[in-house]
């Protein structure tokens, strides 16, 4: 007996944090394992759908590590193919319950399945019950409507977002007049905008304090520190340039942010330049962190960035000097920033 949900789960959001409670309650009630069935790689990248724009939230690892946090009991990572993608809702249920003993599936509202793009009200798959959590509700069911019969492109794939209807319309006109819960079910607020997609924006525009609140946490970066040309040392401002551990990780946009910094076992606080440093005639994009009241050699070591605030747009300085004018207010509006959050 297994309580189950299923898709890709970029950034592990607070969208997708409500159909994951859903689920691991219903699995505590009923004495079930709670699973969640993902993919590797992106379906964009197998399928072509603009596969070199696609950035990550989340690697692998990342995801795994946070849905098990989040009290699943089994996170399976299903290969991507082609031929994966070509499965009707109906097969992909029937396998998940003959493979993993899979007996009650739980989808966002208008999350849409198999390569035929069914809803949770237009799928019926013996032994399987099938519910629908709206990402309104933490905890209750949606209950079963009729939906209208839409007509998809022929290879479009459904094995994505479980919080797709976060970004449909709603209301009225749409044929939806709000959550409805089941018995016990309580009902949490969040933005309507929520989805991976509209995370990536924002971050992709620097704006990472809308992107934390969507994702119910801070941002992230993880990677090694490598050499750099030391050219911060030189001004007073040493920085650890960082290379990331998953090369589809989504970099925020460039510009200058307060971080708070995991390395060598400890939390320390620093601000974060993404750009290509112009005022040294840089061309390359790098990531380079001062990490306050720090001077220890972490070169190939462990470095995780927490993104909490920008601060300002790159830009190039007639000097030297006027950087590093700069710089020292900028390493004063990071130190308040972070006095405002404690």
Partial sequence: MAVATTGFFDGVHIGHRLVLQSVVSSARERGGEAIVFTFWPHPRTVLQQDARELRLLTSLE????????????????????????????????????????V??????????????????????????????????????????EPVATLEYPKKACFFG?????????????????GPKRSEGGSLTTVPPAVSSTVIRNLLSEGKVEEANGMLGYDYRLEGVVVAGNRMGRTIGFPTANMQLYEPLKLIPGNGVYAVEVEAVGGTFLGMCNIGTRPTVGGNVRTIETNIFDFDEDIYGLPIVLHMKKRLRSEVRFPSLEALKLQLEKDREEAIASFSDTL
Avoid: Q
């Fill in 62 to 101: 990342e995801k795994r590590s946070m849905l098990l946090s989040l009290g699943v009991d089994r996170v399976e990572v299903l290969p991507f193919s082609r031929d994966f993608a070509a499965m009707t809702a109906y097969e992909y249920i029937s396998m998940l319950r003959d493979r993993y003993g």
């Fill in 103 to 144: 007996d009650h599936l739980v989808m966002g509202y208008d999350n849409r399945i198999g390569c035929d793009g069914l809803t949770f009200s237009s799928i019926s798959v013996p032994g399987v019950n099938i519910v629908s959590v709206d990402a309104l509700t933490a905890g209750g069911s949606v209950v079963r």
């Fill in 161 to 177: 977002d479980p919080t797709l209807g976060l970004v449909r319309g709603r209301g009225p006109a749409n044929g939806w007049e």
